[in-house]
């Protein structure tokens, strides 16, 4: 037996056909439920569908003549969140710039028994469907280290895809909402894939071209479809663009001065004691960003599994920890832009996925051509003292490890739009904003 919940929704017609308000009718699907499966009977299908018996009454575009159901399933089994994991095959097939991610990869992130994040946090996920066919997806979660650390009530939207249809955009929202708030959640921001510290927001600008590693990438139509779902801007994030070439000489000059101090030790990971390291990077993290918008602390099963993941991907030359008389005091952390080298894969890792992406990275048998610095931070008590510069003393050892190395163009944050200080700096290093990030919220 299915349970329903039900919400009316008035949509924007986009023809003179449909002029009405829609129902929408959410569908939470029993475990056992195979959504994979294809009916067979005009009576499955109708049931499939949504209308059979009056059970599915779903959207209806008005004056029709026919149904156009929009069903919200509710993902229980492990078939489901395959489903769900497949949805933007459907949404970005068109688009030549779209890099498929990794298949195995998401489904250990939505998996509670691999993903550390269930540790502390909650999620449903969902699936919009139209006529049997995913037509978008969207998680709801709960995060309690982010509530305890900002004493709040938030809750957050991620994963979030959708065709250009309001409709579709809409159902998804409210099915998220609706948990939201029987979890006591009085906000919801997102998107968020699941926290601050994994893919973050809707692209809103990008002047900086392909998607690069860890950062959100969408259809230019989101920020509408979430604007007319009655969500607004929460924070604007900056990913910095850079050409690289040359260091500028006012970085330069910062950077050769602190190196002189005499306490001071730059080194690399080391890939033989990656979670040592990885160890000292949270430590430096969560001090250096405990006072930003949206942070939320780096737990200790958080870095184990980040520590795995390094593994595969780390240039340790592209990598610095500072150290101060022994002590860490900074780290820089840049990736060279996977995407680059998984875009043929189609998300697949088998057969010959695996061993493609091996050859590429760890054999050293691809060039990258951009990279992301993704980290960069250094201790409060090191600010404003003789190592004030230190900052961009890591950020010119990146600078100079990528140039040498052969990289072209580079990303570099995200960065809170707010944080002036950071900003004026990666300015007077010669970024420039390259692509603006969404975070969107909304009263519930």
Not at 33 to 48: C, V
Not at 58 to 68: D, I, K, L, Q
Request: one cysteine or more; aromatic letters at 10%; glycine letters at 8%.
């Amino acid at each position: 037996m299915m349970n329903r919940t039900t919400s009316t929704a008035a949509i924007y017609p986009r023809s003179p056909r449909q002029e009405r308000p829609c129902r929408i009718e959410i569908f939470l699907t029993p475990p056992t439920a195979d959504l994979r499966s294809r009916p067979k009977t005009k009576k499955a299908i109708d049931h499939r569908r949504g209308i059979c018996q009056g059970r599915g009454l779903g959207v209806w575009g008005a004056g029709e003549g026919r149904t156009m159901a929009i069903q919200i399933r509710s993902v229980q089994s492990k078939a489901e969140r395959k489903r769900f994991v497949m949805v933007p095959w459907r949404i970005y097939r068109d688009d030549p710039k779209w890099v498929p991610p990794l298949i195995q990869d998401r489904m250990e992130t939505l998996d509670p028994a691999k993903n550390p994040f269930f540790e502390h946090g909650e999620a449903q996920l969902f699936i919009a469907e139209r006529d049997g066919e995913p037509v978008g997806r969207i998680t709801a979660h709960t995060n309690r280290l982010h509530n305890e650390y900002h004493k709040d009530k938030a809750g957050f939207f991620g994963f979030f895809e959708s065709i250009d249809d309001e409709s579709v955009a809409r159902a998804l929202l409210e099915a998220a909402e609706d948990w939201l708030k029987k979890k006591g959640c009085d906000q919801a921001l997102g998107p968020e894939s699941f926290s601050t510290n994994e893919e973050v927001g809707v692209v809103v600008e990008d002047r900086a071209g392909p998607p690069m590693i860890l950062c959100a990438y969408n259809p230019p139509y989101y920020p509408r479809l979430l604007e007319a779902c009655g969500y607004q801007k929460a924070k604007d994030l900056y990913g910095w663009h850079y050409t690289i070439g040359d260091v500028p000489e006012a970085p330069r000059q910062v950077a050769d001065a602190v190196a002189q101090h005499p306490g001071l030790k730059l080194r690399p990971v080391d890939m033989k004691n990656v979670l040592r390291d990885v160890r000292i990077v949270r430590d430096i993290f969560n001090a250096a960003w405990s006072r930003n918008w949206g942070y939320v602390p780096w737990t200790e099963k958080e870095v184990e599994h980040s520590a795995e993941m390094l593994k595969l991907i780390l240039i340790p030359e592209w990598t610095t920890i500072a150290e101060v008389d022994g002590q860490p005091a900074g780290m820089m952390i840049s990736f060279p832009n996977i995407n680059e080298v998984i875009k043929d894969l189609n998300g697949r890792l088998f057969p010959t996925g695996l061993l493609k992406l091996l050859w590429r990275v760890k054999m050293g048998r691809y060039r990258f051509q951009s990279g992301r610095l993704a980290l960069l931070g250094v201790k409060p008590e090191f600010r404003g003292s003789t190592l004030g510069g230190l900052s961009v003393l890591l950020y010119v050892c990146a600078h100079r490890a990528t140039l040498k190395y052969g990289l072209k163009v580079g990303e570099l944050g995200w960065t809170l739009e707010d944080n002036q200080k950071i900003n004026a700096g990666i300015q007077f290093m010669g970024g420039s904003i390259g692509k603006v990030y969404r975070i969107y919220g909304k009263s519930l």
